[in-house]
Nanobody, 124 residues
């Protein structure tokens, strides 16, 4: 059974940086899309970034473009997200997800597996 476990969330001041990790167990994701989403209170879950493990293609949401780096380890069992220049509007629960490679990488419905989420709070 596949499990995804996020870590690295916490309280950060605006302008700071945060690194999130997601460790997968149960399989490797050699031809999948690994993504990060976030959900703020009262809002829908939104796409942050994704990486295709076979090609290395990377996608970012406009809201984090230029501030965000997504990467995986060589074994394709972990995915990482770093966000710089954090803003209060980055506050949300961040989720990692894994799904078969799809052109709809920005849609939550394209992902089969989800982590439990980690809270990121950015103070102004």
């Amino acid at each position: 059974q596949v499990q995804l476990v996020e870590s690295g969330g916490g309280l950060v001041q605006a302008g700071g940086s945060l690194s999130l990790s997601c460790a997968a167990s149960g399989r490797t994701f050699s031809s999948w899309t690994l993504g990060w989403f976030r959900q703020a209170p009262g809002k829908e879950r939104e796409f942050v970034a994704a990486i295709r493990t076979n090609s290395g293609h990377i996608y970012h949401a406009d809201s984090v473009k230029g501030r965000c780096t997504i990467s995986t380890d060589n074994a394709k069992r972990s995915v990482y997200l770093q966000i710089n220049s954090l803003k209060p509007e980055d506050t949300a629960v961040y989720y990692c997800a894994a799904g078969l490679a799809s052109s709809n990488y920005y849609r939550p419905t394209s992902y089969n597996y989800w982590g439990q989420g980690t809270q990121v709070t950015v103070s102004s």
